[in-house]
């Protein structure tokens, strides 16, 4: 009777590693590498020549490294800015990714239409340099909550760590 307690108590603390619970956990630090978040409004608009969108900001980590990219891709000239980020910054932006499930996200149309619907996406790059998950939608969806975490937490960065460019999307 006693082993059958042990074994008990050890299944309960032993981590479930994803075994069909819902709890969810912060990827391993070194699992992703960058964080891309993007929006193109819907409504007219001049870009520059670059096939871009017309905001991005991406996060990246290169080795001990973590960097803020922030461009913008309407009027001229493109504009571009980078700025050093903190792991502090980083591992709060892989809380977000796991908090919202952005691993295994995937879009769920709501079924509705809207004229000048922006396209907006986001991906995430392994540290081998696959693509872990690339998602982008057109339309509006049911759960675009959870992208729109790390879209917002993007765009604080972009607010407070670079002066130009500023972003009109993000809104922050």
């Given at each position: 009777m006693r082993t059958l307690g042990l074994l008990v108590a050890v299944c309960m603390l032993w981590p479930s590693h994803g075994r069909g619970d819902n709890s969810t956990s912060t990827p391993r630090a070194?699992?992703?590498?960058?964080?891309?978040?993007?929006?193109?409004?819907?409504?007219?608009?001049?870009?520059?020549?670059?096939?871009?969108?017309?905001?991005?900001?991406?996060?990246?980590?290169?080795?001990?490294?973590?960097?803020?990219?922030?461009?913008?891709?309407?009027?001229?000239?493109?504009?571009?800015?980078?700025?050093?980020?903190?792991?502090?910054?980083?591992?709060?932006?892989?809380?977000?990714?796991?908090?919202?499930?952005?691993?295994?996200?995937?879009?769920?149309?709501?079924?509705?239409?809207?004229?000048?619907?922006?396209?907006?996406?986001?991906?995430?790059?392994g540290a081998d340099g696959k693509p872990l998950n690339e998602q982008q939608w057109s339309r509006p969806i049911r759960n675009a909550a959870d992208p729109a975490a790390l879209g917002y937490a993007l765009g604080l960065l972009a607010k407070t760590k670079v002066a130009k460019p500023v972003l009109f999307y993000f809104g922050t």
């Open positions: 070194g699992a992703i590498s960058e964080l891309r978040f993007w929006t193109t409004p819907g409504k007219p608009m001049a870009p520059t020549s670059r096939p871009d969108p017309a905001e991005r900001v991406v996060a990246r980590r290169e080795g001990s490294r973590f960097t803020l990219v922030v461009s913008r891709n309407v009027g001229e000239p493109y504009q571009e800015a980078r700025a050093d980020l903190s792991e502090a910054e980083w591992r709060r932006l892989l809380d977000i990714v796991a908090a919202h499930s952005l691993l295994t996200w995937r879009s769920q149309p709501s079924g509705g239409t809207a004229d000048d619907f922006s396209t907006t996406g986001f991906a995430l790059q």
